[in-house]
């Protein structure tokens, strides 16, 4: 076949057109991304490392309620949450200390955090105690805490009363392994005590523990100054 200069003509018409429906696929591409991730839209974590930590697991259950639930499946179930939180809707990485019922020792929690260079540390628990009327919501961070981990905890704890409702234990300081040996910012969270009957049985619903994840993850965006939300 023999290309006449028509041809050519043409052939750099189709290739005009060709560029330009390209062009229009591209604009629409990024349109739909911005509508299916508006959260990218208000603010992202995006090279932000945080690492969670599900209290217990394996052989070490944690506390244990009036009718048998363990705090270290609660405490799997809400930071498993808060992991999807971050990365879906705001774009952080995520480690987890374990993401099954599984025995992983306070050290070796700490150390990997430590070896990761994760820039935030959040430590999930459920209380008990022997009165089991009591109930709260507490947040802990370490006795010599700096301003970033004191802000963390105080933006949490907050978002924490709002989602739950329930009494405020205060934000409080203590020495646990976990926050004295993380080399970042680190908060451990005590949401509510699974000892009260009526709470354990709110923690067995699923709905209750998306709930207490959201609002932790909502705490650790508003730490970040980012509002990025499905
Ligand atoms: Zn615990």
């Known amino acids: 076949m023999i290309f006449d200069y028509d041809d050519v003509a043409r052939s750099g018409a189709y290739f005009r057109i060709i560029s330009r429906v390209m062009r229009i696929m591209v604009v629409l591409i990024c349109a739909f991304s911005l509508v299916s991730f508006p959260a990218l839209a208000g603010g992202s974590l995006e090279g932000v490392k945080i690492f969670i930590d599900p209290g217990h697991g394996g052989s070490d259950p944690g506390a244990v309620g009036p009718s048998g639930l363990r705090e270290a499946d609660v405490n799997l179930r809400v930071s498993q949450v808060v992991a999807n939180c971050l990365s879906e809707y705001s774009g952080a990485t995520v480690m987890m200390s374990r ?19 994760a820039d935030r540390f959040i430590s999930i628990h459920h209380n008990a105690s022997v009165n089991r009327n009591y109930n709260a919501t507490e947040t802990y961070a370490y006795y010599y805490a ?65 709930r207490e994840g959201y609002y932790i993850y909502l705490g650790i965006a508003d730490h970040f100054g980012v509002s990025p939300q499905p």
Do not use: C
């Not at 993401?99 to 260079?117: E, F, H, I, K, M």
């Not at 709002?162 to 934000?171: H, K, R, S, V, Y």
């Open 99 to 117: 993401t099954d019922d599984v025995y992983v020792s306070l050290g070796g929690r700490v150390q990997a955090a430590n070896n990761w260079g």
């Open 146 to 210: 700096d301003g970033r981990a004191v802000d963390l905890q105080q933006k949490v704890h907050k978002r924490l009363l709002e989602g739950l409702g329930l009494p405020d234990g205060q934000t409080r300081t203590a020495g646990f392994y976990v926050l004295r040996h993380t080399s970042m910012p680190a908060i451990l969270t005590e949401a509510s005590y699974i000892s009260n009957p009526y709470e354990e049985a709110r923690l067995r619903d699923m709905g209750y523990t998306w």
